[in-house]
């Protein structure tokens, strides 16, 4: 009977891979605090394997998201599978050992500061029962990975950001995880530092096969590392997809928004001088990825469509190794027909074109 | 000061020693669960329960809200049911005990909230029962402010002791008030305070290197 409501919820879901693929599994998720909805019917999916990045401003829900996949906030409704399991109903006693199949790290660590790096390392076997040669074995292993090993007898508080984390990581993966949850691991961080922890865990992503979940406020990280994203607002899904295709292709003003930070943008002080209709030149904003965005788009125009332009600002970025570019062009506006034929030879190569607008003298 | 006077001296340290020790003993034994229980029981504790905890402060503020010197007689029954006598060194203990268990219980309680929520997360996140977090994270955690909180303790009983000359249990204070004070004998008053303050700034030194060796938290 288990076996068939499985089956039809799979089916109620729908197009998703089998569930045994799908190591989180959330449906129609809603957690009210007060008045305000911190989760308004969240349903995502986490494939094994993968790393899956869930972006939002601060207050979008999160935190409260990351938080119902091990039981450490309950939803109001809707339903949490982990490997195929309900647990959001389940009783404290019950889940704690299914904490045990999900490790998790966090912004401000939360390391013991009365315990050494090996005992914080080795706290979730000891808290699973093990015996303490095996803890310290296999403390001294993760701390190897990590990279960490000579730091063994010392106290967290005599540690860099960057070394705590990488202390947490360990710590999370002490128990042999299914899953492990990154709750903004590197907003505490410097960029340099963020670097090395994000490449720390896609090689730990890579090498032990762990499924990763992480949320973030930073779309510098989503491109790093993430496989997959997902928008978060107000408690919305707003948006989910591979990383780059999001990058490429935002629908959601909240995404573009969140890419402003990474992504060309209209230089402000040519922004400040755009009017609409005419004027000696028309901003365009043009976007490209794939295919379009390998081809050689700028010098075919030039070809193709005799006039002057000049590109004012943008460039390619690559994204999951797929080039992703934003470039603005300034063409000369005061003939219609020019440029239409522009924006149509750049249509007709799968690029998205936008007219800014307007401005009147040379920029 | 005479030999007579030399060796009450000694038994009046003795004596304070004791009733400090033992009580302060008892005091963290009954304390320490009282401040965990508080803590616990309190608004997104490990163990909310705001019914148990506001029984409990009710019940620490009564025991904490009486003057020593009063309860040290209204309590003379239950010292006679539980030591047998209602005066001598022994039966100040049962007093001084009850009225410093409420006292480290507060003083824990502030050592035990200051621990980190994130860190209780975090052990919870890894499959901790609350037992775990007891042990693991909230008393290692708040071990540095438990056992300074205790030093405080203690020397706060060596102070409450001198009262329990009052049913006859002698100690330093009972000598200073009985010989020093009552009969002039200045040097007896003298060595009591010096030998005093020897046992406060001991038990601070103690307490304070201690404290320093446990805390790894800067």
Known sequence: MNQHIKASADLAAGSHPPASEDVVRLTELKRHFGKTAALDGVSLTVRKGEILGIIGRSGAGKSTLIRCLNGLERPDSGAVFIEGREISRLSEGELQPLRRRIGMIFQHFNLLSAKTVEDNVALPLKIEGRPKAERLARAAELLELVGLSEKAKAYPASLSGGQKQRVGIARALAARPALLLSDEATSALDPETTRSILALLRDINRQLGLTILLITHEMEVIRSIADRVAVIDAGRIVEEGPVWSVFANPRSEITRSLLGGIRPQLPAEIASRLVPGAGAEAILRIDVSGEAARAPLLSDLADAVPGPFRLVHGGIDHVQQQPVGTLFLAVAGNDENHLSQVIAFLKARQARVEVLGHVAGSV | ?218
């Open chain 2, 1 to 218: 000061m005479s030999p007579v006077l030399f060796e009450l001296l000694i038994r009046s340290i003795w004596e304070t020693v004791l009733m400090t020790g033992a009580s302060g003993l008892i005091s963290l034994v009954f304390g320490l669960p009282l401040g965990l229980a508080l803590v616990a029981t309190d608004r997104g504790g490990i163990a909310e329960s705001l019914w148990v905890k506001r029984a409990l402060g009710a019940i620490i503020n009564g025991f904490r809200s009486v003057p020593f010197i009063i309860l040290l007689v209204a309590l003379i029954p239950v010292t006679r049911l539980i030591v047998g006598t209602s005066i001598g060194t022994w039966a100040a203990i049962v007093p001084l005990s009850i009225a410093a268990t409420p006292y480290y219980a507060r003083i824990a309680e502030v050592s035990l909230r200051e621990v980190d929520h994130g860190l209780i997360e975090a052990a919870r996140a890894m499959g901790g029962n609350r037992w775990t977090i007891i042990r693991e994270v909230l008393v290692p955690e708040a071990l540095p402010g438990i056992v300074a909180g205790f030093t405080v303790t203690l020397v706060t009983l060596i102070g409450a002791s001198a009262m329990a000359g009052a049913i006859g249990a002698g100690g330093l204070g009972d000598l200073a008030i009985r010989y020093g004070y009552q009969r002039f004998e200045t040097s007896v008053m003298v060595a009591v305070v010096i030998v005093l303050i020897i046992l406060v700034c001991g038990i601070q030194w103690a307490g304070d290197r201690l404290v320093a060796r446990l805390d790894h938290r800067a």
